[in-house]
T-cell receptor
């Protein structure tokens, strides 16, 4: 499968712990996005990278959240001092910089449960 | 910022009937409107999109219409099949691309055999 891959698929943690998620985009895609999805809601934008540069961050991304894409390939999303409200599905997506298409290719997500 | 409202939240139709899902958006600068389908436990996948210079777009059994004046757009699925059962999300963007997408809250479509 050459699609977007995310790891881990599920993470259960205790409140106050740190967690890190990894995303490997489709290899030729230079744009990478992180979204958060809670039950019964659509994906909410968190942040966006073009190559290694983080170009946009949502106000949802508090200072406990940090994302990196050090070499312009894979990306990590770290949540420090997790809270129960952080429980959600974290979706990664990638896309090509083609103005004629806006298609996002999503991974299957990393589900976080904070106890 | 952009706000996208989606209705209905659930929709049940008989196999072979048509289904219509409607979305409204708030930012008149939005110019790109994709629709994503998410099957249970799977990733969202793009099924069709439309840009603000077009009023309607069709792809086999799926069509999307856009009314810029009223700031609403709709997904139409004809001759529904059980495999159309999924959650459908509309979205809007001011960038003309996948950047800055704001998603609706989703519609659970169930096609009854």
């Amino acid at each position: 499968d050459t699609g977007v891959s995310q790891d881990p698929r599920h993470k259960i943690t205790k409140r106050g712990q740190n967690v890190t998620f990894r995303c490997d985009p489709i290899s030729e895609h230079n744009r990478l996005y992180w979204y958060r999805q809670t039950l019964g809601q659509g994906p909410e934008f968190l942040t966006y990278f073009q190559n290694e540069a983080q170009l946009e961050k949502s106000r949802l991304l508090s200072d406990r959240f940090s994302a990196e894409r050090p070499k312009g390939s894979f990306s990590t999303l770290e949540i420090q001092r997790t809270e129960q409200g952080d429980s959600a599905m974290y979706l990664c997506a990638s896309s090509l910089p083609n103005k004629n298409t806006g298609e996002l290719f999503f991974g299957e997500g990393s589900r976080l449960t904070v106890l | 910022g952009e706000n996208v409202e989606q209705h209905p939240s659930t929709l049940s139709v008989q196999e072979g009937d048509s289904a219509v899902i409607k979305c409204t958006y708030s930012d008149s600068a939005s110019n790109y409107f994709p629709w994503y389908k998410q099957e249970l436990g799977k990733r969202p996948q793009l099924i069709i999109d439309i840009r603000s210079n077009v009023g309607e777009k069709k792809d086999q059994r799926i069509a999307v219409t856009l009314n810029k004046t009223a700031k609403h757009f709709s997904l139409h699925i004809t001759e529904t099949q059980p495999e159309d059962s999924a959650v459908y999300f509309c979205a809007a963007s001011v960038s003309g691309s996948a950047r800055q997408l704001t998603f609706g809250s989703g519609t659970q479509l169930t096609v009854l055999p």
